[in-house]
């Protein structure tokens, strides 16, 4: 029962690990991107009815990309280039694309609400080699499908491009200090436009997820605010890769105990879901209090962003 | 963000004449030329499904009635965002603080015994408070910890969801399968006007409201410094304008009107307080007070013509192949376009032969 748990675990963090990737990236050249729902929810639209079409996973998954990247797209060109406040701009993107999808949704695939079909191939789940006969971890680990270990894989790919390369370097200086970037030559704009197509690409694998990664499935709003969750886990753990993709792995167990324990004990399953935004926002406030300690209380009215 | 809106702001002075009305309907006229393009993608003609929206909404009383009834929460939500928003304060959380108002109403509707003249003004004084208490936090937060009250806001808002899903489903619940709490007593009940619509007495009271701060936000100095603490709170700071209780302050008031949407649910349409029963009218508030440039009197335009997209919409689902969420598109096609603030500034520079002030900001382009 344990090992169960702990598998579903890590495969309900799935598209949460992915989403959070796409929005630190994003979080370290100094933009806060809410609209990770919005990506998202575009990408697990596109991929289920691309694979109901053509009934290619792997298309589906690089259509499902292909869209996420356009939304993405869409909100960096209306906040670098039209200026748009990108809180704003993003909660824009997010229910402009959760309005679509439910458009398109009857419109293309005449369905109302939710769309599922059986003739949609599933992942197949793929045994580690040498893990797999682990006693324990192995029940965990192995057996999962493609685009989770793919998920798991890129928290280090994201780690290693951000501090250990040349392009995260300046990723990172965009995001603490603009200024000092532009001063040094360092084109932020384009930095801030690939780091915001980066995100796009993330959530796209997580929407793909999603919709094809479980059962073949859509429905209205689907995401159920997964990206807010992992952009909980980026507040809480400051934007690092690694401590970022732990907090995230930990409310995925949250959710998945919020599915399980009230089938075994009654309990309610929001007390559960609130875990990550509760203690996020404490987070944010143990951040804030260290910081108001070493500030002059008496400057003016200061509007930093976070 | 601060030296860009500087940077921009007096390149559209022609603009700035006629902007009150122009920008809104320039955004309108955008988001229903895209739509159409969508409604003819998915092979519909877009004038007939515009007409149906029209006629859904506003042609014979029982349409226009709902469109009224459809309209009310956005009044509340609408004025609850423009007012902060206004003030330089980002409160995106009227979602959760309608949710609590909804609540607090919801609870002093059932549990509490009194005459109908003192049982609708304590559930209305509740709903107030519930609301208040929501956007009380990231105001504190705001003014002790120098925190965004985006991001607390946004966290709220699914907090305030899960813990009014929490007391609906388990703690309160009404008996019977539906997750709401039990029903109010007649004597909260804000009277409906018609048989037609649930349009009731709460519709009354958001009009009074918005005119209210079209008085206080044109004739007193509270409006007048909200508006200075909006445009440059630094400014307003050495002004002598005591800008961390004024924030807070505008906040509560947000909040509190944000609750009151929440009564006017709950205490006039619903009767009851169901579970999730909010298809997102804290979020339409943002569209609503974007489209009204955060005037009193425009939120009460743009929550009609939201209203009568949402009345049309129900229609507009029945009589064609589209589905009603094409509404939602249009909404938020028009946030988009108002949110880019600048770019009429940037259409017009690059029109022409770059003006001389966009030269130093010229590195910011690559």
């Known amino acids: ?26 979080y370290q050249a100094g933009m806060l991107n809410i609209a990770l729902d919005g990506f998202m929810i575009v990408a697990a639209f596109a991929a289920i009815a691309i694979a109901y079409a053509t009934g290619s996973l792997t298309i589906a998954v690089a259509g499902g990309v292909a869209c996420a990247v356009v939304m993405a797209g869409l909100l960096a060109l209306f906040n670098l280039r039209f200026r748009a406040h990108i809180f704003i701009a993003g909660v824009a993107v997010t229910f402009l694309a959760y309005g679509l999808t439910a458009l398109l949704l009857r419109g293309i695939l005449g369905e109302e609400g939710v769309f599922s079909s059986n003739t949609i191939p599933n992942f197949p789940p793929i045994a580690i080699p040498f893990i797999k006969d682990i006693p324990v971890l192995g029940r965990v680990l192995s ?25 995260g370097l300046r990723v990172r200086v965009v995001g603490e200090a603009e200024d000092a970037a532009l001063a040094a030559g360092i084109r932020v704009e384009r930095i801030k436009v690939q780091t915001m197509l980066l995100s796009g ?29 992992a952009l909980a886990a980026i507040f809480f753990a400051k934007g690092r890769p690694y401590p970022t993709a732990l907090v995230a792995l930990l409310f995925g ?46 400057g003016a009215w200061k509007f930093d962003v976070t | 963000m601060s030296t860009e809106a500087l940077d921009a702001a007096p390149s559209f002075p022609l603009a700035g004449l006629v902007k009150p009305l122009v920008q809104p309907l320039v955004a309108v006229a955008i988001a229903v030329l895209v739509g159409g393009l969508l409604v003819l993608a998915l092979g519909e003609n877009p004038i007939e499904v515009y007409s149906i929206l029209v006629h859904g909404s506003l042609v014979g009383w029982p349409n226009f009635l709902v ?84 991001v607390v806001c946004l966290m709220l808002n699914p ?18 399968p539906t997750n709401k709490l039990p029903d109010i007593a007649d004597t909260a009940a804000l009277p409906t006007f018609s048989l037609y619509s649930q349009v ?9 409201l918005c005119l209210v701060f079209a008085v206080v936000n044109g004739g007193t100095k509270k409006g ?114 108002l949110a880019a603030q600048f770019s009429w500034a940037f259409l017009g520079s690059r029109r022409k032969a770059p003006p001389a002030h966009a030269a130093p900001a010229a590195p910011k382009e690559e």
């Open chain 1, 1 to 26: 029962m344990d090992a169960d748990l702990a598998f579903s675990a890590i495969r309900i963090s799935t598209p949460l690990i992915f989403a959070a990737m796409g929005g630190l990236l994003t």
């Open chain 1, 143 to 167: 057996g999962h499908t493609l685009l989770v270990y793919v998920a798991y894989l890129c928290v280090p790919v994201v780690a290693w491009s951000l501090y250990r390369t040349r392009w």
């Open chain 1, 201 to 229: 690409v993330f959530c796209g694998l997580a929407g793909a997820y999603l919709s094809l990664g479980y059962v073949s499935l859509f429905a209205n709003k689907m995401t159920n605010e997964r990206g807010l969750i």
């Open chain 1, 253 to 298: 167990t949250a959710t998945a105990l919020s599915v399980r324990l009230p089938q075994m004990t009654g309990a309610a399953p929001q007390l559960l879901q609130l875990i990550p935004y509760v203690v996020t926002v404490l987070a944010l406030i143990v951040v804030g209090l260290r910081n108001a300690r070493g500030r002059n209380r008496h």
């Open chain 2, 67 to 150: 469109t009224l009834q459809m309209m009310s929460p956005l009044l509340f939500t609408g004025l609850a965002v423009a007012i902060s928003f206004r003030a330089g304060l980002w409160n995106i959380g009227a979602e959760g603080q309608m949710i609590m108002g909804a609540l607090a109403a919801g609870i002093v509707g059932y549990a509490v015994d009194l005459p109908t003249a003192l049982h609708i003004p304590l559930a209305l004084i509740a709903a107030f408070a519930g609301g208040l208490a929501w956007a009380l936090l990231p105001a504190l937060l705001r003014v002790w910890l120098n925190l965004n009250e985006l």
């Open chain 2, 159 to 176: 907090i305030a969801l899960l813990l009014s899903g929490y007391v609906s489903t388990h703690l309160l619940k009404a008996p019977g």
């Open chain 2, 200 to 208: 009731n007495a709460g519709f009354v009271i958001g009009l009074v």
């Open chain 2, 224 to 337: 007048f410094e909200w508006k200075i603490m909006g445009l440059n709170p630094r400014f307003a700071y050495y002004g002598g304008i005591r800008v961390p209780l004024q924030a807070v302050l505008v906040m509560m008031l947000s909040g509190g009107i944000a609750g009151l949407g929440g009564a006017e649910q709950v205490l006039g349409e619903y009767r009851a307080f169901y579970d999730n029963f909010s298809p997102g009218y804290g979020f339409d508030g943002i569209a609503v007070a974007m489209l009204a440039n955060f005037h009193p009197v425009g939120v009460v335009l743009a929550a009609f013509l939201f209203g009568a997209l949402n009345g049309g919409s129900a229609v507009l689902q029945m009589m064609t192949g589209l589905s009603k969420y094409l509404v939602q598109v249009l909404q938020f096609i028009i946030v988009l376009i």
